[in-house]
């Protein structure tokens, strides 16, 4: 590995501090954003507002936690959804799955399996393959069903073509062996699988990662001046934290 390559790799390996945190670096001569939350911080999934509607926006997320004297500390989209933005495949909120686990295969990158599920416990984070988490049914406060899997147990995905010119922007997540960190990931130009499970896995060290979506993909970090504009969401994930 050259100095170069070196010193971008150290970048986006940088530790995260007691809250979340994103930064900008490079793998591979692809800029990524990078968001650090760590165990103890408030990292919650949202979907309907207490009227049952979608919130669709970062804005309306953070409109419904004003009333609370909190706000989005970031956030980015959780998952694939439907037109109506339900979400395609699991989704638990609170400890209340609003929609079911999705098992077999199908059309589109969700079926690409494995494709696996994303787990806020209260004992950490997880990154779980579909079939192992039915088989497990753990003890989430939030989950998120998504795919395909980028990286399992330290192996990239084995549908994964180096050369592929399948490129697109693209959002994922991936947890530490040890599930007391996360890094949620966005790439800020265009990126095959392969390279981008590669991040997680070369870049971040990460032995289980998960893609969350790609064309629709976007980030909330206020702390680095960026609130991407896009379509309406399903699905978001972001951390909670006090004042305005």
Do not use: W
């Not at 899997?149 to 697109?168: E, K, Q, T, W």
């Amino acid at each position: 590995m050259n100095r170069i390559s070196l010193v971008l790799l150290v970048t986006l390996m940088a530790p995260a501090a007691t809250a979340a945190t994103c930064r900008d670096g490079k793998f591979e001569g692809t800029s990524y954003t990078v968001c650090d939350v760590v165990i103890g911080e408030d990292l919650r999934l949202f979907q309907n507002n207490p009227d049952g509607n979608t919130f669709r926006t970062f804005s309306a997320v953070n409109q419904q936690l004003a009333a609370n004297g909190t706000r989005l500390g970031f956030a980015m989209n959780a998952g694939m959804y439907h037109g109506d933005r339900a979400p395609v495949g699991l989704l638990v909120i609170g400890g209340q799955e609003l929609s079911p686990l999705v098992t077999q295969d199908g059309p589109g990158n969700f079926g690409l399996l494995p494709n696996g599920v994303f787990c806020v416990a209260d004992q950490g984070f997880a990154v779980i393959e579909s079939l192992a988490y039915k088989a497990a049914a753990p003890d989430c406060r939030y989950a998120t069903q998504s795919g395909p899997m980028l990286v399992i147990d330290g192996a990239l995905h084995p549908r994964f073509l180096p050369n592929s010119d399948s490129l697109n922007i693209r959002n994922g997540v991936g947890v530490t062996a040890d599930g007391r960190g996360a890094s949620f990931v966005i790439s800020n130009a265009p990126v095959n699988f392969d390279g981008f499970a590669r991040l997680f896995r070369d870049g971040l060290g990460l032995p289980n990662a998960l893609y969350l979506d790609g064309s629709i993909s976007r980030l909330y970090a206020p702390d680095i001046g960026r609130n991407d504009a896009g379509f309406p969401m399903g699905p978001i994930v972001g951390t909670v934290v006090t004042g305005g």
